[in-house]
Each structure stands twice: as structure tokens, then as C-alpha cells.
């Protein structure tokens, strides 16, 4: 522990030292080991700083009570990549909105968003017959556009979001008939398009993303220690960064060995290897994550959420942040929408109308994401899109009706928000 400065006594006077008062940033600069790290911790979750903590919970909870209830097929190697596939869309969808979501905003438009891109790039392919990457660009730059005009309405023009995204989700899907026609479907059969949701990695290849993975992690978070470290900071005991990366690793190579067993019915056929879709989510889950926390854009992003008045008499251009998450929140929705066409091998004029919006909400306030803004993380969507996937995924197991799987994941979703509204309180009760 390291003593506070200390000077000597005014006029000469005689005596012990007089010793400093702590600065407010004393704590960053005192030593931790394993018990102070964690009576921090729980002083913070007395605080409302709750993080990925229900999250992780619940996903343990319901991974329990449905392995319990269908020990024979829950935990398969088949349903394991199944899960997997059906909660890319509502992840992809999920990180874009967490984006809007950090400014205290709201797209309700994102969900239709994805299916106008599907349709587009769809369109492309089928009747223009344009090659996969030509479509793929143009659905991207469509979301691009979609969000720059949501972007502009909302931040320079004023209108709240609220309404300007409801405008558009009735609108947008009028595009998306014109597009198709009434009633009809799209097929989506080229073979890149189609790999992303229903094609797997080479089993070397998923074993390597695994690898890498791990130790990428593992060198950012002792990365991190060492510079803290080094530069005499409050730094968290190196047996829990270890810990840390060895709970995060050892989960990687265990999906990956459960996703390289042959899971297909027949023998045969092979079917083995982590989906391709799993890698995209990867990918744009560290891209996310990088901005978020490691650029001075996701710096400010966070500055608005928290207080965009003082965030604008600070320097930050408000109006131009807030026009660029409808952007990044829209183009991912293409994405989204791309994904979802790949898994169904085709675009409908429902795509994207149903609960798909809803859906990834529930995932981002699930996973951690204050819908008051300026608290959330990339990983939020992955954890929220897992928990929504395995709650329909393990009711489809029961035979359970369509209408319990509404209900329950409203309910959670209440439940999280619920969460959410309280910690905020007690956040704001203990001046964090």
C-alpha cells in the first residue's frame, strides 16, 4: 500500500508530519489483491453497476432447466448449431440497435429496414442477375441511405425518433411489397449468400477461429493489466484476469468441439464444423466492441448518452453523432436482413414485419443495455440474442405453443427492464 504524500508542519513547527487528505483519485492508484477486488465488486452491485451479471444468470438458468427437461437433445451437438443459426438475425440486429440505443434513441424501423435490403438484394440477384457481391454492396448501401435519412429527420429536423422510425416501419413495408408483390417470395440461391446461415467452416478452421480467439482475448486483457500495472494504476488481480480468460477460453473450444462433432442424422452424410454466420457475428462483434470502447467516437457516444448537454458544451458534435448510430444501426440491419434471407433461402414481403424488432430489443435490454442510454456493450447483443434463442429453442423442444413463447420472452424482457429502472435508481441514489 502505498503512504499518502505528507508535508511538513507551517512556520517551523516542530512535530510529525502532516499528512494529506486521499485525492478522489486515490483508489486508482492503490494496490488490489483478490479479497479487495472482490468486496469492489460487490460494493459496486450494491451500487446498481450490475453489468452482464442477469444476463449470465439467466442464460445459466435456462440452459439448466431445459437441459433438464430434454437432457437427450437441448445440450446435441445438432441443436447446438441450430441455436446458433437462429440467433444470428436478432444479434446482428441487436448490436446495430444497442448503437441507437446508447443516445437514449429508439429504431423501430430496423427490423423492415432488413427486409427492404433482403428485397433488394434479392431482386438484384434474381432478376437483374447481378453476382452476390454487387447485391450484398447494394442491400448495404440501401440500409446506409435508410439510416441517413431516419439520422437527418432526427437530429436535424427534431422529430422525436420514436415517431419518425414508426413512419417508416408502416412505410417501409410498402416498399417491400412494391418490391416483391403481394403474397409473393424471392428465392435466394446463390451459394455465398445461402453459406452464411446454412453452411459450416472446415473443422481446422473453426478450431483455428477458436484459437485465435482465445488468444486475442487473452492478450487484450493482459495487455490491459500490464499497462496498468506499469503505470502504478488500480489494476485487478492478475489470478482473475487469468481466471477470466480462461473461463471465456475454455467455453470457445468446448463450442467449437461440441460444433466439429458429425450432427447430421445419417450416416451418410457429414455434417460437422461451426456455422459461417458464427465467424460474421465475430467479426462484427469485435469491430463493435473496438469502436465502443477504444476509439474517441465510442468515447463520445457514451458522453451523449450520459448527458448530451454537456457532452455539446464540451465540444461534441451532437447533431452528427446522433445522425451516425441510425447509420451503423440500419446498415447492420441489412446484414440482419441478409442473414435471415440465407437461412429461409428466400425473401417474403413479411420479412422482417414480425417480431424480428422486437425481438432484438429484448435482446439488447437483456444483455445489459440501459434503454435510458449511455450503458451498454457489444457483447449485450450476444448475450440477449442468446437468451431469446434458447428460450425458442428449448420451448420448440417441449412442444410448447406458439403464444408461450411471447409470453415468456416478454416477460423477461419486462424483467430485464425491470432490472434496468432499479439499478439506475440505485446508481443515481449512491452518486455513481
Known amino acids: 500500500m502505498e503512504s499518502s504524500p505528507s508535508t511538513a ?6 512535530g510529525a508530519a502532516v ?42 438458468g435456462l440452459i439448466l432447466l431445459f437441459w433438464i427437461l430434454r437432457p437427450e437433445t437441448f445440450l446435441s451437438s445438432q441443436n447446438i448449431a441450430n441455436l446458433f443459426t437462429q440467433a444470428l438475425p436478432v444479434t446482428i440486429l441487436a448490436m446495430g440497435l444497442i448503437f441507437v440505443l446508447l443516445l437514449g434513441e429508439i429504431d423501430l424501423s430496423a427490423g423492415v ?4 435490403c433482403a428485397a433488394v438484394m434479392a431482386k438484384l440477384m434474381v432478376d437483374a442477375e447481378q453476382p452476390w457481391y454487387v447485391a450484398v454492396l447494394a442491400a448495404l448501401a440501401t ?7 431516419i439520422g437527418w429527420l432526427v437530429s436535424v429536423i427534431r422529430i422525436p ?10 412505410g417501409l413495408q410498402g416498399v417491400t411489397l412494391r418490391l416483391i ?25 473453426g478450431w483455428l477461429l477458436a484459437v485465435v480467439c482465445t488468444a486475442g482475448y487473452a492478450a487484450v486483457q493482459l495487455g490491459r493489466w500490464r499497462r496498468q500495472h506499469q503505470r502504478n494504476l488500480a489494476a485487478r ?27 447430421a442424422p445419417s450416416p451418410l452424410i457429414t455434417v460437422a464444423g461451426v456455422p459461417w454466420g458464427v465467424l460474421l457475428v465475430a467479426v462484427l462483434f469485435i469491430i463493435a466492441s473496438f469502436v465502443l470502447s477504444r476509439t474517441p467516437y465510442g468515447r463520445h457516444l457514451y458522453a451523449v448518452g450520459g448527458n448530451a448537454e454537456a457532452a455539446r458544451r464540451a465540444g461534441i458534435n451532437v447533431t452528427r453523432l446522433r445522425m451516425s448510430v441510425f447509420m451503423i444501426a440500419s446498415t447492420l440491419a441489412a446484414v440482419s436482413g441478409i442473414v435471415a434471407a440465407s437461412r429461409l433461402n428466400s425473401v417474403a414481403t413479411a420479412s422482417g414485419g414480425g417480431n424480428e424488432l422486437l425481438f432484438a430489443v429484448g435482446a439488447a435490454v437483456i444483455g445489459g443495455t440501459s434503454l435510458f442510454g449511455g450503458k451498454g456493450k457489444a457483447r449485450d447483443a450476444i448475450l440477449g440474442g442468446l437468451v431469446v434463442s434458447i428460450i425458442a429453442n ?39
Do not use: C
Request: charged share 15%.
Open 113 to 116: 429496414t432488413g427486409g427492404v
Open 161 to 170: 425518433s420514436f415517431v419518425v422510425t414508426l413512419a417508416l416501419f408502416l
Open 19 to 60: 499528512k494529506l487528505a486521499d485525492s478522489d483519485f486515490a483508489a486508482d492508484r492503490r494496490a488490489h489483491d483478490v479479497g479487495s477486488a472482490v468486496r469492489d465488486y460487490l460494493t459496486r452491485l450494491r451500487g446498481g453497476e450490475l453489468g452482464a451479471l442477469p444476463a449470465l444468470l439467466g442464460m445459466g
Open 181 to 205: 408483390g403481394e403474397g409473393g417470395t424471392v428465392p435466394v440461391r446463390d451459394d455465398v449468400v445461402v453459406a452464411l446461415a446454412n453452411k459450416n467452416m472446415p473443422i481446422w478452421a
Open 143 to 149: 440500409g446506409l441511405v435508410i439510416g441517413g435519412a
Open 394 to 432: 428449448g420451448l420448440g423442444l417441449l412442444g410448447a405453443k406458439a403464444y408461450l413463447n411471447m409470453l415468456i420472452t416478454g416477460g423477461v424482457l419486462l424483467l430485464a427492464a425491470s432490472i434496468d429502472a432499479l439499478a439506475r435508481r440505485q446508481r443515481s441514489a449512491s452518486g455513481r
Open 237 to 263: 488481480p492478475i489470478q482473475l484476469v487469468v481466471g477470466q480468460v480462461a473461463v471465456v477460453g475454455a467455453a470457445l473450444l468446448f463450442g467449437t468441439f461440441l460444433l466439429s462433432r458429425d450432427r
Open 9 to 14: 508542519p507551517p512556520n517551523g513547527t516542530k
